[in-house]
């Protein structure tokens, strides 16, 4: 999975500063007490806004292949005093050591084409279909398929009618499809 430097698969980019996050919060509707997983974080920018979003209390875990990333998350949540950020260092593509069930809320911010290109969805997917609470929320940000930059080469971007057949096998029905920038939408999932 990684690349040729031993990097994972889209490591050191982050769509973070291309989507509205007023319009990303308010669709997504954090509350106190969620465990949230941010699937692929990167160095953690969704993760710490969705620590700060969503308060004190509760969990978000970012996971990442990618220990640079995870070095600065940890770095950057301990000067925001976030407590409640865990970084887990892995695959997710197999078993993360978190409990069947057990999360609210999982992000996907721009990595399920990476994760499809690569051949790792599957396990991803099956992984995330494991975590994911019955009646939780898989939340996915992609970029629209329009020629970049900024984004992935066109042709390895994910149309909507895509990410609904890559995820309708894993048990999650679409419940909402918005724009969160001039580049980027979002799609939520509701576990069935
Ligand atoms: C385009 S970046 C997105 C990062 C983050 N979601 C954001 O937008 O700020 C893709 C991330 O996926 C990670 N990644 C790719 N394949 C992975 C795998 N199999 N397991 C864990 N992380 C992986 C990379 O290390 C990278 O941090």
Redesign the pocket.
């Known amino acids: 999975?990684g690349n040729a430097k031993g990097?994972?698969?889209?490591?050191?980019?982050?769509?973070?500063d291309l989507i509205d996050p007023n319009k990303f919060f308010a669709a997504l509707v954090i509350k106190p007490h969620m465990k949230i997983l941010?699937?692929?974080?990167?160095?953690?920018?969704?993760t710490l806004a969705l620590a700060e979003a969503m308060g004190p209390e509760g969990v978000v875990y970012g996971?990442?292949?990618?220990e640079e990333?995870l070095a600065k998350l940890r770095e950057e949540a301990a000067i925001r005093g976030l407590r409640q950020i865990r970084a887990i260092l892995?695959?997710?593509?197999s078993p993360l050591p978190l409990d069947a069930a057990s999360i609210d809320l999982c992000?996907?911010?721009?990595?399920l084409h990476?994760?499809v290109e690569?051949g790792?969805a599957p396990?991803?997917l099956a992984e995330t279909t494991r975590l994911v609470k019955p009646g939780g929320t898989l939340a996915v940000?992609e970029f629209k398929k329009m020629d970049g930059p900024p984004g992935?080469p066109r042709h390895i971007r994910l149309a909507p009618e895509e990410v609904e057949n890559l995820l309708k096998p894993y048990g999650f029905r679409k419940r909402l499809i918005e724009e969160i920038g001039s580049y980027t939408y979002l799609m939520l999932f509701r576990k069935v």
Do not use: I, R
């Open positions: 999975m990097k994972p698969p889209g490591a050191g980019k982050s769509s973070f941010d699937l692929a974080c990167g160095q953690g920018n969704y996971a990442d292949l990618w990333g892995a695959d997710v593509s992000l996907m911010a721009t990595v990476d994760l690569a790792t396990g991803a940000v992935p």
